[in-house]
């Protein structure tokens, strides 16, 4: 079936670095895609997503790229924080017009001050 | 703040027992909700839609009689895990759009154990 993963299970980095964490989707039919973070024992936080017309986007300290060729998703966290210390999802909707999400395996991102 | 809602965080109960968590939207009206079950360092796994006034619609794979979801109203719905399993452990999570076409809200899940 339809899937979204991700390369890297855990990225170790340290305060202050930029992390990037990648993501592949793998339906082609996808045109809303999220970032969430998830905390030990708590629901994924919403932290920036992006449309399909779209090949990058910024918030605050992050950035997602998109890249439909190869059907790609990054997430760029600039001066990491102990804080950002989490587990990061991509995910991603191909049910048009109705919030339907596929999530990716995860990947734990250890900030170390 | 938290604009989803779930109750219990966490509860243990005996094999063969049914536990009943609750999902909550807390400053809007939901006609859809979703439940995700998510076990140990593993991503979360869509359940199933849960319609206000309707069916809910259950993935493939996942059994409506043993999950039974109600959305009786726009602001809450509720899984029942009947007959609950050792192997239904797990961390179960709603979520649900605030405004249409906008991120999904979840709420900080259940912890539920069988023993």
């Known amino acids: 079936g339809e899937s979204v993963g991700l390369h890297l299970p855990t990225l170790s980095v340290q305060e202050g670095d930029n992390s990037i964490i990648n993501c592949a989707y793998s339906?082609?039919?996808?045109?809303?895609f999220i970032w969430y973070k998830q905390e030990s024992g708590k629901g994924p936080q919403f932290i920036i997503d992006?449309?399909?017309?779209?090949d990058k986007r910024q918030g605050q300290r992050v950035t997602v790229l998109l890249n439909k060729t190869v059907k790609h998703l990054s997430l760029q966290i600039a001066a990491t924080q102990p804080g950002d210390s989490a587990v990061y999802f991509c995910?991603?909707?191909?049910?048009?017009?109705?919030?339907?999400?596929?999530f990716g395996t995860g990947t734990r991102l250890l900030v170390s001050p | 703040g938290a604009v989803v809602s779930q109750h219990p965080s966490w509860v243990i109960c005996k094999s063969g027992t049914s536990v009943k968590i609750e999902c909550r939207s807390l400053?809007?009206?939901?006609?859809?909700m979703f439940w995700y079950r998510q076990f140990p360092k593993q991503s979360l796994m869509l359940m199933a839609t849960?319609?206000?006034?309707?069916?809910?619609?259950?993935e493939q794979g996942v059994e409506k009689d043993k999950f039974l979801i109600n959305h009786a109203s726009l602001t809450l719905s509720t899984l029942t895990v009947t007959s609950a399993h050792p192997e239904d452990s797990s961390f179960y999570i709603c979520?649900?759009?605030?405004?249409?076409?906008?991120?999904?809200?979840f709420g900080n899940g259940t912890r539920l154990t069988v023993t």
């Open positions: 849960s319609n206000e006034g309707s069916k809910a619609t259950y």
């Open positions: 992006i449309r399909s017309n779209m």
């Open positions: 979520s649900a759009e605030k405004v249409q076409g906008s991120p999904l809200h």
């Open positions: 995910a991603e909707n191909p049910f048009r017009g109705f919030q339907k999400l596929v």
């Open positions: 339906n082609s039919a996808s045109d809303y």
């Open positions: 400053d809007f009206q939901a006609t859809t």
